[in-house]
């Protein structure tokens, strides 16, 4: 084990790496999205790396155990002997392990100085190369030096998985919110107005247009959804975004305009019954009514006294009342707060709603196709440039062309047309395997008569359709007619009969 003041040296060494590859990687100028997010991702990664090691150098400082104050003790009174045993350790280890291979720690850290898109731009050069070398048209081209352009990046495959699975379809990568399901909860809710997806994208934060007595049970389950969905998305579309901090500040707030009301309690509110009424004139024939006078004796009762005990418990369910108030204030004023900081997005949010509610059917199933992100604001620079794009490949998610090792991976040189779907042409088995699960291609099995089971998928052809579906109706029949047939019953001689013949045995009594 090493010393304390080694572990700390460690530590300090560790800190000073961390630090220096975060400023590798705020250097780079990076304009894809995708890379950008990416980076953050990393970023949020060695912070808290740096706050592991911080922590345990605070540990080793405050040497709550005493370890470091017994080491300093036996190096000082010990003189050399501690050293040079300690030395010993170190070479027995070594002749123990000869063959140990000690990789420098600083390799770890050189893939966070290169920048992934110039790796990018290398690679896609390299297959330029060749292709142009097995087409012939160079013959000079060769691939020297393909060993040198294969430079480790921050972005690994692993990366790339990861962010795939991160997002939904609709959230793109972290540039819209995706609130689907949060619409269906509020939809729930009692007396909520019937809004559409994108009349509730610009109201779901005005929480005062919902009736207060429709404020129940289901209405925090949703408020608790926006919240959930909202800090999530925060930690994974901007890692680096203090969020305890908007909260914190926003609590501040919130406590601040919340005092003055924080003696108002509810005027048509039974303390006793924990009821509230919406009218004076039910409340005032509830506080009359025998069922209220019971429970009123009924609390006097458990609390072990008379009409004092009793007006304690009912200023207890008043103060109970009030708390689950503020805390329900609270989470409407918190989810307010989240939305202004994400009003860009959900303004873009509600902008890509727009444009994808005028596509037609074909257009957005191509667009799903495709897989083409939208290019904002920030990729502007790379918009003015004119695309090089000899081979016609299709455009990846940055718009521009994708390698083609990729292309020729997935196989998007070859073209599959489905009838069924308006002789639509996908590119790749992927795709067109794909395309069966859509509601594009189930729409259109439901128009033919036919169901879009299992057993359709891979038949593109109409015709062949029709023919599978009338084969299967005609299998269906021949099996429920040969039912009798296959069905076998044994009488008590052991004699075997199917099942017609032996209920006409039966029946005359033979059996």
């Not at 060993?147 to 997002?167: N, P, S, V």
């Not at 052809?461 to 009338?470: D, F, T």
Request: proline content about 3%; charged content about 35%; some cysteine.
């Amino acid at each position: 084990m090493d010393s304390i003041v080694e572990q700390q040296r460690q530590a300090y060494e560790d800190v000073e790496r961390l630090e220096q590859a975060i400023v590798d990687l705020m250097l780079q100028n990076l304009t894809k999205h995708r890379y950008r997010l990416i980076r953050e991702q990393k970023i949020n990664g060695l912070l808290e790396q740096i706050q592991s090691r911080s922590k345990h150098l605070l540990d080793l400082e405050t040497d709550a155990l005493g370890l470091r104050a017994k080491e300093s003790a036996a190096m000082a009174d010990g003189g050399f002997d501690e050293f040079y045993a300690r030395l010993g350790s170190i070479g027995n280890y070594h002749r123990r392990n000869p063959e140990l291979v000690v990789r420098p720690p600083e390799l770890d850290f050189l893939k966070y100085k290169h920048n992934p898109e110039e790796a990018d731009e290398k690679r896609r050069a390299r297959a330029a190369r060749e292709l142009a070398s097995a087409q012939g048209e160079d013959p000079a081209a060769d691939v020297v030096g393909d060993e040198e352009d294969e430079t480790e990046t921050f972005i690994d495959e692993a990366d790339e998985r990861e962010l795939e699975t991160m997002f939904s379809g609709e959230e793109r990568f972290g540039r819209y919110v995706d609130l689907n399901e949060q619409h269906d909860l509020y939809l729930n809710i009692k007396d909520a107005r019937r809004l559409t997806y994108l009349e509730y994208l610009a109201e779901f934060a005005k929480f005062a247009d919902i009736p207060r007595k429709s404020k129940d049970a289901k209405y925090v389950e949703y408020l608790s959804s926006l919240r959930a969905y909202f800090e999530g998305f925060f930690a994974r579309s901007m890692p680096l975004f203090n969020l305890a901090q908007a909260a914190r500040e926003s609590r501040a707030v919130f406590e601040a305009e919340w005092k003055p009301a924080a003696a108002s309690a509810g005027d048509l509110f039974c303390a006793a019954c924990k009821r509230e009424f919406e009218k004076e004139t039910t409340f005032a024939a509830h506080m009359g009514s025998r069922k209220h006078q019971k429970t009123v004796e009924r609390l006097a009762k458990e609390s072990g006294g008379g009409a004092a005990a009793a007006e304690h418990a009912q200023q207890r369910n008043i103060e109970q009342k009030q708390a689950a108030e503020r805390e329900l204030a609270w989470l409407e004023r918190l989810v307010q707060r989240y939305a202004e900081i994400l009003a860009d997005k959900i303004q873009d949010t509600r902008s890509n709603v727009q444009r994808r509610q005028a596509l037609t059917e074909h257009e957005r199933a191509q667009e799903q196709l495709d897989d083409e992100p939208e290019q904002l604001g920030d990729d502007d620079d790379d918009q003015g440039e004119q695309l090089y794009n000899p081979l016609n490949l299709p455009l990846g998610w940055d718009g521009k062309p994708i390698p083609f090792w990729l292309y020729k991976l997935h196989g998007l040189g070859v073209k599959f047309e489905c009838e069924i779907c308006g002789n639509t042409v996908y590119r790749g088995r992927k795709a067109f395997e794909r395309h069966f699960q859509e509601p594009r291609h189930a729409t259109n099995m439901r128009r033919l008569g036919i169901p879009n089971t299992r057993q359709f998928h891979g038949v593109a052809s109409i015709e062949e359709a029709l023919g599978l579906w009338e084969r299967i109706q005609r299998d269906k029949k021949q099996t429920t007619v040969n039912a009798d047939t296959f069905e076998e019953f044994e009488d008590s001689e052991g004699n075997v009969f199917n099942k017609k013949t032996y209920l006409d045995l039966k029946r005359q009594g033979l059996i």
